[in-house]
């Protein structure tokens, strides 16, 4: 192989995004779209969770495992792990008919986080995020004005994780950001 | 004092805090609370704008969003122009400058007003039965002199400066409006903890309590009750308060759209504020406390500046302390005027009432008035209004038995308020789907049965006293607990319904306005009803009654009861308008929100567009991607450079950015059957490391998607799809696989953004990629054409496709994205000593051409199969179904005479024939013609020294050899048919 | 804007779905056996009533479930939502 030094660098989608307070790019991560038929979603595989109920997630660790659909988990993890956790779901689910496909490039994430997180991000999805309604713990696939995206919530900070696809990482971030424009100034 | 006709005391405007706007160039001052209608009534302005049609001089008649007249021009700024802003609604602030509209050259002195004198002539329908003849002038004279002549205001013509926000959101109780029944609505509703939006459209809370000074609630004056309640409603989490919103479109279940004025009253608006803000709320229930409107009287020249509604006096009075007059008449039909006149009394102004009913019907408003000092004057009627610029007088007589008309005598006057009675804003709860009913008791409509989760309180549905109100609002707002009846001073209400008041002037000279946004008066109508116009909504489009900014808010009911009495009918008879939103008039600005500019869509870029921006690329738009069309360099056209590019890719290497292709992982032990029943081909027997190009249908028949399909695996396929196809396909494939076959083992997964993907064409692509390739044995006998491995690209794992769509040797290389540029660094850095050229869409599009490939959307428009564009030989007949395989047997597919791909070469080889262009064949034939299909693409082609095209004719591939004839912008061009292949007939230069 | 019961996920705005048209409509299971005539029915014919008509919807923003729902197109109330697979509730079975 050509010794090219710069062949295993990256480029993030946000390498120019420029972020206000509360709103932040996060770097890369181990991810992969678990399917699995309905009736065999018990327990948990390699510390991602399978049994949550949809629309929410469960964290183990550094492994958050979200489920979107009914047959559909988006597995979160440390990017170092991604050969690991492959291995391991694997071996846990055997047999069980599953599919794992790497989309760890496919999206991108931003945190969005502090006392408007929820007003910022009701400037474009048109979801309850009331904290009754949309409480830490819920993750569902949902829109950001003309983006699809999967929001998360973290915690009571609030903290808010918004996951796009790579594409449109710019869109969802200046949209963030233009959102957040009013409440910048004032607190 | 800030203006000649500020009163001395009184107001809920901040004399400490004076302002000055300025107006058509006038400087004025007033203070911090005004609007601009007090704020020119203070400095004695009536005169503010033009009329629509006659160009009358017109004033102020209202003192809120039902406002037809005094609209304005107001400038914030550069780019911060905008046309017909109510100045009832506009509040004063430093910096404000205003101008009227609809008149030149000057509102004093204005041309158009000779459109007065003409008015026989602008009856109702004028411009229907003047402007029909000779034909041809419509477009060139009447069409755009009537656009220049009419119309409100003048659009801003450059981009807006202003930003506009958007919030989605959710509460147990909307309530709209924040009079004395929205907040006692609010109030109740919020005790117990659920999330309550209050929102109302002025500045302040508090509604008609505003400008009520007498009134008491509870034992203590009205205002300082609202004034508690809205304390109360601060204090409580669970409620959200929004000023200067108004709820303008009532939708399904309970989605209600509010704009929000955030910045235009502040003088110095911090940049950080968005203008204004569309609030999209889902309410669990809504209230609709909206409150209603008054009803002008129509009578001979009503519409003159200083007539204004009776109840507007009473707010200029006591909201602004502003005199809009010294010498006033209060013309009614009704009660709820006798507090205006007592109010302006209390003033120190001079005051007469003249009520059209006769004394026996009047209640006990008279005394209370009588009482006071104030003449009153029952049993007559206003025959006309002096004056011209400004009233100067009412002419008035006595009414007598059987309708006679007595005496005429003019009271002077400088301002005239006149009441018609009420009419409840029932518009939002028309909008959403409620029934309307007709009360007689108060001659209005009112809300009757209720389709969404919705209840009107207090005014909104007819309900005129202040106690009732309250009461109204509470159960509204909690229906489930009872609450004492709060005492109230006992509102002056009742009226009795008059259409146009009684004359004994010549009917045909008399010009009494209906509606006066749109110069619409009683005659018009009359002409509408005796011309056969029976529907209400016809005779609204043909006077266009109640068509204006203000949708007839104050006009409608006088309206309908005109035409009823024409036709003899019931008013209820003759029924309503359909109530549209918005209710007032919305900015662009609000509906668009933060969609705009960069955010207007979001611009889909790939990992290299960074690299092909630095590199000069042009773009095209691709769906939403942004795609590198071509790389011109120096003074280069896009000919030159894709000439050059082509060029490049046919004789050296072409590096080109395929990352926006769409791709599917189809995984699962069942993926082959899931894939033989999607595609037109065999799966089944593909091996893992295989390609094959698969063609979809949809379950027509017609071509769907196309893309080269690799075999990963067993159970596991990479799937490629056409860049605007990509979504479209996962649907169709999830639809079928869930809706269909949900027993089949496959699940599907998009990895259209997983991979960046570098395409490497052209003789010498084997050479610059061999040496950062590891794991993978290059040569053409381990990899050959239409086969994929997997290994590793500059240390990055790659999924390597053979393939070409250039018809040359070459590569796909898939790399997860965010590697995307790094790699294609690297290769082009490798590959410059090969003359390596980067080449956009463009290139991509002749090369294909050349070698008679198809593009789903450019060879294939939705009605065309497999054997249209000789793709037939792909379908596996042996299959026994797949998506659109009974549709291949229809019998308009199998019929002859379909359209087939063909190539055509033009006589001229210079000529590139126009895409699109339509194909006959012989062009002698008498018009018309019938064309026998069109050219679908069409480039010059470098690599053959002249222009190709394919194209869809009709019994395309018997006809080969023969002549045709395509349409050019000035003729005809001669054209040969060929087969659809131009370059390298047999394909073998994939196989280098 | 409507609000959608998604079965998987409860109420959902509008803007994350998909309509489908009309539910109820079987594919054959073996096409090449029906016949012309009735096979352009399947392609193209369907129902338009002033009332509850079965739909198919895609939560395409959000679960990516398809399932059917019964609408009142005079009054877009949505009377029932139902999985795939799953029988057509009785008229009046609300």
């Known amino acids: 192989m050509l010794e090219t030094p710069n062949a295993a660098r990256r480029v993030s989608a946000f390498a120019d995004a420029v972020s206000p307070a509360g709103i932040r790019p996060l770097p890369g991560a181990a991810r992969f779209a678990l399917r699995l038929r309905e009736a065999d979603a018990t327990g948990e595989a390699a510390g991602f969770r399978l049994d949550q109920p949809l629309n929410t997630f469960a964290a183990q660790g550094d492994r958050l495992s979200l489920r979107l659909g009914p047959n559909e988990w988006l597995l979160i993890g440390p990017e170092a792990d991604a050969d690991a956790i492959a291995a391991e779901i694997a071996a846990a689910l055997g047999t069980r008919f599953h599919t794992l496909v790497d989309i760890g490039h496919r999206n991108v994430a931003i945190e969005v986080k502090g006392p408007h997180a929820a007003d910022i991000l009701n400037a474009g999805c048109p979801l309850d995020l009331f904290d009754a309604r949309f409480p830490t713990g819920t993750a569902t696939r949902t829109l950001l004005g003309k983006a699809e995206i999967v929001l998360m919530r973290l915690d009571d900070a609030p903290t808010y994780r918004v996951e796009c696809w790579r594409s449109f990482a710019t869109y969802v971030h200046d949209f963030l950001t233009e959102a957040a424009q009013e409440f910048d100034a004032g607190t | 004092m800030a203006g000649v006709n500020r009163l001395p005391r009184g107001g809920r405007i901040d004399r400490a805090k004076p302002v000055s706007i300025s107006f058509n160039g006038q400087t004025l001052s007033g203070y911090a609370g005004d609007t601009v209608a007090s704020l020119l009534l203070a400095n004695g302005i009536h005169l503010v704008g033009r009329s629509f049609k006659y160009h009358r001089p017109r004033g102020i008649l209202s003192h809120g969003s039902d406002e037809p007249n005094a609209l304005l021009s107001i400038d914030r700024g550069p780019g911060k122009i905008d046309p017909n802003n109510r100045a009832t609604v506009a509040e004063a602030r430093g910096g404000l400058v205003t101008a009227s509209q609809n008149h030149w050259p000057s509102l004093n002195f204005d041309v158009g007003a000779i459109n007065d004198r003409l008015s026989p002539i602008f009856v109702a329908g004028f411009y229907y039965k003047t402007f029909m003849w000779p034909r041809r002038f419509w477009d060139r004279v009447y069409e755009p002199n009537i656009r220049a002549a009419a119309g409100l205001g003048k659009s801003p013509d450059g981009p807006d400066a202003d930003r506009y926000g958007n919030r989605h959101a959710h509460c147990d109780v909307l309530v709209v409006g924040a009079g004395p029944a929205g907040l006692a609505a609010a109030l109740a509703a919020s005790e117990g903890g659920k999330r309550i939006i209050l929102a109302d459209e002025q500045a302040e809370f508090g509604g008609s309590l505003l400008h009520d000074v007498t009134s008491t609630v509870d034992g203590t004056a009205a205002q300082d009750w609202a004034a508690q309640a809205i304390a109360m409603l601060k204090a409580r989490e669970n409620v959200t308060l929004l000023t200067r919103t108004t709820a303008f479109g009532y939708y399904n279940h309970n989605h209600v759209a509010m704009a929000e004025r955030i910045t235009d009253h502040l003088e110095n608006a911090p940049d950080h504020l968005p203008r204004e803000r569309l609030w999209q709320v889902r309410a669990g229930a809504v209230i609709l406390a909206t409150g209603s409107h008054e009803r002008p009287l129509v009578f001979a020249d009503n519409d003159r500046p200083g007539i204004m509604l009776a109840e507007s006096i009473r707010a200029f009075v006591n909201r602004y302390a502003v005199a809009p007059g010294r010498r006033i008449v209060i013309a009614t039909s009704g009660a709820s005027a006798y507090r205006a006149a007592a109010d302006a009394h209390a003033a120190g102004l001079a005051v007469t009432v ?260 630095e590199h000069g690329a042009e773009f095209e738009n691709v769906g939403l991607w942004k795609r590198a069309w071509y790389f011109p360099q120096g003074r280069e056209t896009m000919h030159e450079a894709v000439a050059r590019e082509c060029k490049a890719v046919r004789e050296g290497v072409g590096i080109f950015d395929a990352s926006t292709l769409g791709k599917i992982e189809v995984v699962g032990p069942d993926a082959a059957e899931f894939m033989n029943r999607i595609y037109i081909n065999a799966w089944t027997k593909l091996k893992p490391g295989a390609c094959r190009y698969g063609l979809m249908l949809k379950e027509d028949g017609f071509i769907m998607d196309d893309g080269v399909v690799a075999r990963l695996a067993e159970d596991r396929f990479h799937v490629t799809t056409t860049t605007g196809g990509a979504a479209r396909v996962l649907q169709h494939m999830e639809d079928y696989l869930q809706t269909e076959w949900p027993d089949l083992r496959v699940f599907l997964t998009s990895i259209t953004e997983q991979y960046a993907v570098i395409a490497l064409q052209g003789p010498k692509a084997r050479e610059v990629i061999a040496p950062l390739v590891s794991d993978i044995d290059l040569s053409g006998e381990a990899f050959p054409h239409m086969t994929v491995r997997t290994g590793f690209i500059c240390g990055v794992p790659t999924r390597l496709f053979r393939v070409s769509f250039t018809g040359e040797l070459g590569f796909e290389i898939n790399v997860p994205s965010d590697h995307g540029r790094a790699v294609w660094e690297a290769i082009y850095e490798r590959g410059r000593a090969f003359g390596i050229t980067p080449y956009g869409t463009e290139t991509m599009h002749v090369l294909r051409a050349e070698r008679g490939f198809i593009i789903v959307g450019q060879e294939t428009d939705g009605t065309v199969t497999p054997d249209d564009v000789g793709l037939g030989g792909m379908i596996a007949k042996a299959k026994p179904d797949f998506v659109g395989k009974r549709s291949l047997a229809r019998p308009d597919i199998v019929a002859a005479g379909r359209k087939q791909l063909i190539g055509l070469v033009t006589d001229d080889p210079s000529l590139v024939l126009d895409e699109g262009a339509q194909i006959i064949d012989d062009r002698h034939r008498p018009v018309p013609i019938k064309a026998l299909g069109h050219v679908t693409s069409s480039y010059w082609s470098a690599a053959c020294g002249r222009s190709i095209a394919l194209a869809l004719v009709a019994g395309g591939r018997e006809r080969m050899g023969e002549t045709l004839y395509v349409t050019t912008p000035d003729s005809f061009a001669a054209a040969r048919v060929t087969a659809p292949v131009f370059f390298d007939e047999k394909g073998a230069r994939v196989h280098a | 804007m409507l609000l959608i019961p998604c079965p998987y996920c409860g109420e959902r705005p509008e803007l994350e779905f998909r309509c489908g048209g009309e539910a109820h409509i079987a594919r054959a299971a073996d096409p090449s056996a029906v016949d012309d005539g009735a096979w352009s029915e399947f392609l193209f014919s369907r129902g338009n009533p002033k009332g509850l008509y079965a739909e198919r919807w895609n939560h395409a923003h959000g679960c990516q479930r398809w399932f059917n729902a019964i609408r009142d197109t005079a009054s877009d109330r949505f009377v029932e939502s139902y999985k795939m697979g799953e029988k057509r509730p009785l008229p009046g079975g609300e």
């Open chain 2, 354 to 613: 003249v009520d059209i009913r006769l004394e026996a019907d009047c209640g006990p408003e008279v005394a209370f008035v009588r009482q006071k000092g104030i003449d009153v004057l029952t049993s007559h009627t206003v025959i006309a209004a002096t004056g011209r610029k400004r009233v100067t007088g009412l002419i008035v007589a006595p009414l007598g038995s059987e309708g006679r008309v007595g005496a005429r005598r003019t009271l002077a006057a400088d301002c005239v308020g006149m009441s018609g009675g009420w009419t409840p804003s029932v518009h939002l709860f028309s909008q959403s789907r409620g029934k309307l009913r007709f009360d007689d008791a108060i001659d209005a409509f009112v809300p009757g049965q209720s389709v969404q989760a919705e209840r009107s309180a207090g005014a909104a549905r007819g309900s005129y006293d202040l106690a009732d109100c309250i009461a109204d609002g509470f159960a509204a707002g909690d229906p489930l607990t009872a609450r004492p009846r709060l005492a109230a001073t006992p509102s002056l209400t009742g009226f009795q319904p008059v259409r146009i008041l009684p004359t004994d002037a010549d009917a045909t000279r008399v010009r009494a306005f209906v509606d006066f946004q749109n110069d619409v008066t009683a005659k018009d109508i009359g002409l509408a009803v005796r011309e056969g116009f029976e529907s209400v909504e016809h005779v609204k489009r043909y006077t266009t009654t109640g068509m204006a900014t203000d949708q007839g808010k104050t006009s409608n009911m006088n309206a309908l009861g005109l035409m009823a009495g024409i036709q003899g009918k019931a008013l209820p008879a003759v029924g309503t308008t359909t109530f549209r939103p918005p209710y007032t008039p919305v900015t662009f600005g609000t509906l668009v929100g933060p969609a705009k500019n960069a955010l207007f869509d979001p611009a889909r870029i790939t990992p290299i567009h960074g690299w092909a921006k």
